[in-house]
C-alpha cells in the first residue's frame, strides 16, 4: 500500500483526512519546494550525505510540524533510514525538501498499527520541483511507542512516469 515502487496506483489511497482526488489535484499543482538538482552535489558515501543532511537540518533545529501528525523528528537514523531503502539523484536532492515536503505534504495513507509491529505509521506525498521538472515524494512518518515521530524518505518519482505508471494515478 505504500508505493515501495511507482508502479502501484494504491499510494494515492484516501486517508480519513484526504480524499483520492484530493491528492492528486494536490500533487499536480504548485511545488512545495523547487530545487536546483545541484543540492548535494559531489558529496559520496552514506556518511558524508548522512553528515551533509543533518548538517542542513541544523537551521531548523532537527524538527518540523505537520498540522495534523505533530513535531517530526529530523535525526540521523531517518536519514539512514531513507539511504539503506535505496537512493539515487533525485531522492538525494529531495533531502533537501523535507521540511517543506513534510509540512505541507497531504496524508496519503494512514495505519494505526503498521503491520502489527505496534507503532502508527502516515504516508505524506507532496509535489517537489527538481531541475524545473515535477516530481512526487513520499514521506513516512512513524509514530513510535513513546510517541516520537521519526521520519524517512521512501520515494521521489517523476511525476510524468507515476501517471503513466499509474494509468494518471
Partial sequence: KICAAVNDAPCLQASASTS??????????????????HEFEGVKGVRNICD???KLYARIKWQVS???????????????DSLWHGYGRCKLVAFAAIPE????????????????RGYESFVLTAPIAIAGEAYCAFVIVNRMK???L????HEVANLDELK???RGF
Fill in 66 to 80: 505537520h498540522a495534523g501528525i505533530g513535531v517530526v523528528h529530523l535525526s540521523r537514523s531517518g536519514i539512514n
Fill in 20 to 37: 483520492r482526488n484530493e491528492i492528486r489535484e494536490f500533487l499536480c499543482g504548485e511545488p512545495v519546494a523547487r530545487l536546483t538538482g
Fill in 164 to 166: 503513466k505508471r499509474t
Fill in 101 to 116: 515536503i513534510i509540512s505541507a505534504g497531504k496524508i496519503a495513507y494512514h495505519s494505526p498499527d503498521w503491520k502489527g
Fill in 150 to 153: 521519526r521520519f524517512y524518505l
Fill in 52 to 54: 551533509a543532511v543533518h
Fill in 146 to 148: 513513546d510517541g516520537y
